[in-house]
């Protein structure tokens, strides 16, 4: 089998005088070099060219592109690996992504993060942000959400920021930019709550670890776990890095699901516990849902599980949720692969009863 050839997103800076960009891709075509798409984009002094290249040689690398663009005088401002989303001029990405985000205010994230072409949005408090740095964008919507975008290929231009703020306004303007709880009702007509953990939920949690059985607590841990450490607990809600997310009946908490990032920075490791009495009714099918929106937003294709070899229960729910997962063996566990690039529709047995969807960092 034949390797695929790589397709690759540049920004490059040229003199501004005759002929400079069609000698740019003159010299990529002597490279065997496609140009798929092209666009400019406006900056302070002149413009950048933005184009989507397919190399012929599956051995092309980065590094040869750049080579090219300075050959001709130009500097390469920006480049990174593309696809054919790429291959849609940044208006109409902006307008679906727009469109989306009106219809399910929950995938704000994702949507600013394809406005911006941007490598994660999360939603922060507005305390203690600081300057998020030169390839990073900080953005406040009317009603005081704080998005950070972060995009290490290439900086964010003003044209892009002011597609952003934008979106932000007119999802602002119909009352729906702050991140949203998920209400949700089971099929025998309980309601239950999605929402992101925060402080104060220490004692919730602490009791849900509580009503769970040892055989809910050894697959969730792999040891031999009956009460949580007080220390735990806070990492647990907060961790690093991570998201974690909570479900919740009345005033108690029912499940907990947490995304941690991994080494590989395009993989995150993904963790249910769901009250005994409440599998099998949709809530890890909800949760592992909303988790893989965030995963999504963040900019991570891969869902890492972990589980002992007799134990589906990731696998079923992943199904359950619309996301593809695969299995292999790996130090005595099965490690859970799941694709974050698509949710699907969850089980009848849960439905929405608010458009609202968890979006949160």
């Not at 990529?28 to 012929?56: F, K, Q, T």
């Not at 072409?117 to 009317?142: I, K, M, Q, T």
């Not at 670890?209 to 990492?235: D, E, I, K, Q």
């Amino acid at each position: 089998m034949e390797p695929t050839p790589k397709t690759w997103r540049l920004r490059v800076e040229l003199d501004d005088s005759p002929g400079a960009l069609a000698r740019i891709t003159t010299r990529l075509a002597d490279r065997d070099c496609n140009v798929l798409a092209l666009s400019v984009i406006p900056v302070p002094g002149g413009v950048l060219d933005e184009l989507v290249v397919r190399g012929g040689d599956p051995d092309l690398l980065p590094a040869d592109l750049v080579a090219a663009v300075r050959a001709e005088g130009g500097r390469c401002v920006g480049i990174t690996r593309a696809d054919v989303r790429d291959l849609v001029d940044a208006p109409t990405a902006a307008l679906r992504a727009a469109g989306h985000a009106v219809r399910d205010p929950g995938t704000l994230c994702e949507a600013l993060r394809a406005v911006l072409a941007a490598d994660s949005v999360v939603a922060v408090p507005d305390s203690g942000v600081e300057d998020p740095g030169e390839n990073c964008a900080r953005l406040v919507a009317r009603d005081g959400t704080v998005v950070v975008a972060r995009r290490g290929w290439a900086p964010f231009t003003q044209v892009e920021l002011a597609r952003a703020r934008a979106l932000l306004d007119l999802l602002a303007g119909g009352g729906v930019v702050a991140p949203q709880p998920t209400a949700l009702v089971t099929a025998d007509g309980m309601a239950v709550v999605l929402r992101p953990g925060r402080t104060g939920d220490e004692d919730a949690v602490a009791a849900l670890h509580a009503r769970c059985s040892m055989g809910t607590l050894f697959n969730r841990y792999h040891a031999g776990v009956r009460t949580v450490p007080r220390r735990w607990l806070h990492r647990l809600l907060s961790p690093p890095r991570g998201t974690t997310v909570v479900a919740h009946c009345a005033d108690r908490v029912i499940a907990l699901g947490q995304l941690i990032p991994m080494s590989t920075p395009d993989s995150a490791e993904v963790s249910l516990l769901v009250e005994d009495a409440w599998q099998g009714r949709g809530v890890g099918t909800a949760l592992l849902g909303a988790l893989a929106r965030t995963a999504r937003a963040a900019g991570y294709a891969e869902l890492v599980g972990w589980c002992l070899p007799a134990e589906t229960g990731l696998v079923r729910t992943a199904a359950r949720a619309g996301l593809v997962a695969s299995t292999r063996r790996e130090d005595g566990l099965h490690r859970v692969s799941i694709s974050a690039t698509g949710v699907g529709i969850a089980r009848p047995s849960v439905r929405e009863s608010a458009s609202q969807q968890i979006a949160s960092g």
